[in-house]
């Protein structure tokens, strides 16, 4: 089993900065997609940013230019830095990452979702 562990949500300001960061763990042998999605009350979950290994990162046109994916594919870790926060950004956001484990077979996981709120 990979399980896959956020962190970094918070409440910020309109304008402001949060950097989130989700690592994989357990039977992991190699990770090749790593994205963001994030849902918003009422709504559906949406990609925010993404990118295979080796690859560059898309991004939403919601986000792009104010947020940054990056990895470090040897932690097994994803990061989300997001400047210029708006109120619509508000939502919890999770990360995804599919790959293959120790075993040999494919796995595509989720994390719990962390929170973010921009607001004054």
């Known amino acids: 089993q990979v399980q896959l562990a956020e962190s970094g949500g918070g409440l910020v300001q309109p304008g402001g900065s949060l950097r989130l960061s989700c690592v994989a763990s357990?039977?992991?042998?190699?990770?090749?997609?790593m994205g963001w999605y994030r849902q918003a009350p009422g709504n559906q979950r949406e990609s925010v940013a993404g990118?295979?290994?080796?690859?560059?990162?898309n991004y939403a046109a919601s986000v792009k230019g104010r947020f940054t994916l990056s990895r470090d594919n040897a932690k097994n870790t994803v990061y989300l830095q997001m400047d210029g926060l708006k109120p619509e950004d508000t939502a919890v956001y999770y990360c995804?990452?599919?790959?293959?484990?120790?075993?040999?077979?494919?796995?595509?996981?989720w994390g719990q979702g962390t929170r973010v709120t921009v607001s004054a």
């Open positions: 995804n990452m599919d790959g293959s484990t120790t075993g040999w077979r494919p796995f595509n996981s």
């Open positions: 990118s295979y290994k080796d690859g560059r990162p």
């Open positions: 357990g039977t992991v042998f190699s990770v090749d997609f």
